[in-house]
C-alpha cells in the first residue's frame, strides 16, 4: 500500500495533525506522516462571499505542490470548506485519486454553542480523515451507518458511525490495493 502525507492547509490548527498518524497506520497501513517542511498557504482559495475556502482548488493546488510524491496526500486545514452545490463539506477527495482534505471548522463542539471537547474534535477529524482517504483507495459510500464510509452530513452522523471500515469495505479496500 501506498504511503501517505498529511499536509497542513492555512488556516490550521496544528496539534490537530500528529494524533492522526497512528490511527491511520492502523487503517491504512505502515508509512504515515506529517509534512514538517511543507504547509499549503490556502488563501488563495479563499471565498469572501461565503467566508469559506473552496476543497476543489486546495485539492487542485496539493495535486501541483507534490506531483512528484507517489503515495495519498491528506490535506488538512481548520478553515471552513465548500464545494459550489453545497453549503459546507467536512471534506472532499478524489475517488480512486491521489488526494484528500478535510476540515476541522464544523467537527468543533464550540461551533454548535457546546463546550470544547478535544478528545471528541480529533476521533471527527480521524473519521473523516479514514473516510476521505478511502475515497482515494476507490471506496463508495456504504450503507451500513457503522462504517466510517456511511456519508455523514452533520456531526451527529459522524458520531453515530465508528472510525472503522465495514468487513465489506476493508475487503474492498484490500483488493483494491492488493499488487
Ligand atoms: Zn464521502
Ligand atoms: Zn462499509
Avoid: W
Amino acid at each position: 500500500m501506498s504511503s501517505i502525507l498529511i499536509v497542513a492547509i492555512s488556516p490550521i490548527d496544528r496539534s490537530l495533525l500528529d494524533p492522526l498518524v497512528e490511527p491511520l497506520t492502523r487503517a491504512f497501513g505502515p508509512r504515515v506522516e506529517v509534512s514538517r517542511s511543507q504547509t499549503l498557504e490556502g488563501s488563495f482559495a479563499f471565498n469572501v462571499s461565503r467566508n469559506q475556502y473552496g476543497s476543489t482548488p486546495l485539492i487542485s493546488a496539493l495535486l501541483d505542490r507534490f506531483d512528484d510524491f507517489d503515495g495519498r496526500i491528506l490535506g488538512v486545514t481548520s478553515g471552513d470548506l465548500f464545494v459550489p452545490v453545497l453549503t459546507y463539506v467536512f471534506g472532499e477527495a478524489q475517488l480512486d485519486g491521489k488526494v484528500a482534505v478535510v476540515s476541522s471548522h464544523r467537527l468543533n463542539d464550540e461551533l454548535y454553542g457546546l463546550g470544547a471537547d478535544r478528545k471528541l474534535l480529533h476521533l471527527r477529524l480521524l473519521k473523516e480523515s479514514v473516510h476521505e482517504l478511502g475515497h482515494t483507495f476507490g471506496l463508495l459510500h456504504c450503507n451500513d451507518y457503522l462504517c466510517v464510509m456511511h456519508s455523514s452530513t452533520g456531526v451527529e452522523e459522524i458520531d453515530m458511525k465508528t472510525e472503522r471500515l465495514c468487513p465489506e469495505c476493508r475487503g474492498k479496500l484490500v483488493s483494491n490495493t492488493a499488487g
